[in-house]
Nanobody
């Protein structure tokens, strides 16, 4: 079965950069779409970015600042976050869905990102 393990979270200052990693295991990496979501305290989980092959998609709030990428040789996806803002503070989750399904049903444990003003 598919497992996802995130890493790379931490405490940074506004304007700093951070890169999150999500290690994928258990099935063929190429058959899945992968995404990043986040959940801030007291808020619902929200979509951040997704990747399926060469296609990427971003939430408006992170366009131009965040970049999702994948390394099929390492079965890993990344979320490069630049120009971080305090409102980016959240637990970031990696998620996967088989390419024929519409919803993300496989989740990692999450990694905390805290951005101080």
């Amino acid at each position: 079965q598919v497992q996802l393990v995130e890493s790379g979270g931490g405490l940074v200052q506004a304007g700093d950069s951070l890169r999150l990693s999500c290690k994928f295991s258990g099935r063929s990496f190429s058959l899945y779409a992968l995404a990043w979501f986040r959940q801030a305290p007291g808020k619902e989980r929200e979509f951040v970015a997704s990747s399926r092959g060469p296609a990427t998609n971003y939430a408006d709030s992170v366009k131009g600042r965040f970049t999702i990428s994948g390394d099929s040789a390492r079965n890993t996806i990344y979320l490069q976050m630049n120009s971080l803002k305090p409102e980016d503070t959240a637990v970031y989750y990696c998620a996967a869905r088989f390419f024929t399904t519409e919803s993300y049903g496989i989740w990692g444990q999450g990694t905390q990102v805290t951005v101080s003003a």
